[in-house]
């Protein structure tokens, strides 16, 4: 425990006398300003001590966690950050932890009186979207296909029915691509319309009290099994500040989905093929949900760290390029054996490289004003970010762009960056001359089947009107590339494990180049002429708020 103690404390020691530490390659000469570069030393020493057992993984509403807090606090105060507000770097993210007691709710689905057979966790799961502990249901069930409403789409699955008091049934993933509308709703790629968040928050929307989604293995992308281990006896975070969600928000299998509207008289594969036209309408299932649900609910307050380096032009100082990582991860879980999520490369690295890159950033300030924004609770849902979107420090029509770092390159130099997402705006554009200036290209572009540009803390600020993407390792590794790819396909194992852990023999040359580009980037967008804009027809491609 004592040797436990005394390597934490001399890797803090070390991080902090790095950070005050003067880098030959940034600063002022001869009244020009240089090109700040970022140091590989204090993204080692931060990345090891923020994936250190000490801070337990870093877990919302844990010990943890109100650890990592302080040190990026203090950190941000020692490499010369100033707080946005002038005060405190902090920004309070109020949260409810939730959990279903599903031996205290009684919750039935029913056709004609008759209760279908279908218990909690096995074939459907279900729980509160606004964080209250008690609810009681009868309510009618209406099948909306997707449940998706896009007017650039002409598309509307809801057709004016009325669902206000009733619960929604729907499927996830969003219409399928025709030889007619190949490239409807993004052809193969997946649209925000077919996250199963957008879902839950257009039910809200039109006034449903509850949302339940059917899974298959294909629409969804992955098994069952995902759903359950996420929903059965596990404790869900949602957001305890602004718009609540619908009373219930739940999934439930495929099979029990059959059954049910077999049960009404339904063909649901037969609906499922209507629902891929834009002339489906809304059908009524004939059928309730019945009976009360209980949950365990309790407040947490997480907190969003913040800290700026103002701009230096009088005019372009009030506009902001944000940076941002989320410092969370999964925490302690479990009570044997290896207990501890530390989350090393799944976000100490992203975190690490923001203060790293502040370290440079502060001693050559450009034009626009530059934030470093570590966000709480991203692996519960992009809470801290959607919190920061809802109560910005900085006024949203004068951000230019928000550049997030989500889990960095731990193997090695590459030739190329991955940028999706960036085409949307003309941060693209300005990617490539970032690439160019380090020698790199832009990695090609893939479709995006999985949905990977709504699944991490950029798209909040996009949502919001933000230009915003997520700064991803490239492929085309220098070196031994064989070794590399089986690198790469090793950490795919660790991924929300236990085993991402910090192994001192890393090279830390592939987060250094992640960090380098993303501020030469972020410099660039901070000494432009103007902010960047949306690509024309971009859904996103509205007016920033206010």
């Known amino acids: 425990m004592t040797k436990s103690i005394t390597f934490v404390a001399s890797t803090l ?71 946005v507000d002038g005060v405190t770097y902090r920004q309070l993210v109020k949260i409810a932890g939730v959990k279903t007691d599903a031996a205290a709710s009684n919750l039935r689905l029913e056709v004609n009186g008759v209760a279908l057979p279908a218990s909690f966790g096995k074939d459907w799961v279900y729980a509160p979207g606004d964080a209250k502990a008690a609810h009681s249901f009868n309510a009618d069930l209406v099948f909306v ?67 339940l989604l059917i899974h298959t293995d294909a629409s969804a992308s992955y098994g069952y099994s995902v759903v359950k281990n996420s929903w059965d006896g596990v404790e869900r975070f949602q957001l305890a500040q602004g718009t609540p969600g619908t009373e219930l928000q739940g999934w ?61 032009d009088p005019k372009l100082k009030d506009e902001v390029v944000i940076y941002s990582a989320h410092w ?11 207990t501890i999520y530390n989350g090393a490369v799944d976000n100490a690295s992203g975190s690490a490289a923001l203060l790293a890159m502040a370290q440079e950033a502060v001693k050559s300030p450009a034009k626009r004003s530059q934030m470093f924004l570590w966000v709480a609770a991203e692996e519960q849902g992009l809470l801290g970010s959607a919190a920061y979107a809802e109560s910005p ?8 762009a928000n550049l997030n770092l989500d889990s960095l390159n731990w ?59 997520s700064i991803t390792s490239g492929s085309d590794y220098l070196g031994d590339k064989e070794k590399a790819e089986q690198m790469r396909a090793a950490y795919r194992k660790s991924y929300h494990q236990v085993s991402d852990e910090y192994d001192p023999n890393w090279s830390m040359a592939g987060m250094t180049q992640m960090a380098q580009f993303t501020l030469n980037l972020g410099r660039i967008v901070a000494d432009a002429p103007k902010m960047p804009e949306w690509k024309a027809g971009d859904a996103f491609g509205k007016a920033r708020a206010k």
């Open 252 to 312: 439930i299998t495929n099979d029990t989905a059959l059954a049910l509207f077999k049960a009404a008289g339904l063909d649901l594969d037969q609906l499922r093929a209507a629902a891929e036209r834009k002339d489906f309408q809304p059908v009524a299932l004939k059928a309730r949900l019945v009976g009360d649900m209980k949950a365990e609910v309790r407040n947490v307050e997480q907190f969003n760290v913040a800290g700026v380096v103002p701009g230096t």
């Open 328 to 338: 969370d991860h999964l925490g302690k879980q479990g009570t044997s054996g290896d």
């Open 13 to 83: 020691a070390a991080s902090i006398a790095l950070a005050l530490a003067p880098a030959h390659a940034a600063g002022v000469k001869g009244g020009k300003a240089m090109q700040p570069i970022v140091q590989e030393a204090p993204l080692r020493a931060h990345l090891a001590f923020l994936s250190s057992d000490l801070l337990e993984g870093r877990g919302t509403g844990q010990r943890g966690g109100d650890l990592t807090v302080a040190y990026l606090e203090n950190q941000a105060l020692a490499v010369g950050l100033k707080p």
């Open 393 to 400: 420090l900085w006024p949203l029509a004068k951000t230019a």
């Open 145 to 211: 296909g997707y449940g998706i409403t896009a007017s650039e789409e002409g598309w509307d699955d809801y057709k004016g029915q009325d669902v206000k008091g009733k619960v929604i049934v729907m499927m996830v993933n969003d219409p399928m691509p025709t030889a007619e509308a190949p490239n409807r709703f993004g052809g193969k790629a997946l649209t925000y319309y077919g996250r199963w968040t957008y879902k839950f928050e257009e039910a809200k929307r039109k006034g449903a009290i509850g949302a």
């Open 411 to 469: 193997i090695g130099t590459t030739r190329d960056i991955g940028t999706a997402g960036s085409e949307r705006t003309d941060l693209g554009k300005m990617a490539e001359t970032a690439a160019k200036g380090m020698k790199m290209v832009i990695a090609k572009e893939k479709p995006d089947l999985a949905g990977g540009y709504f699944r991490s803390d950029h798209f909040s600020f996009a949502k919001a009107g933000v230009p915003a993407f």
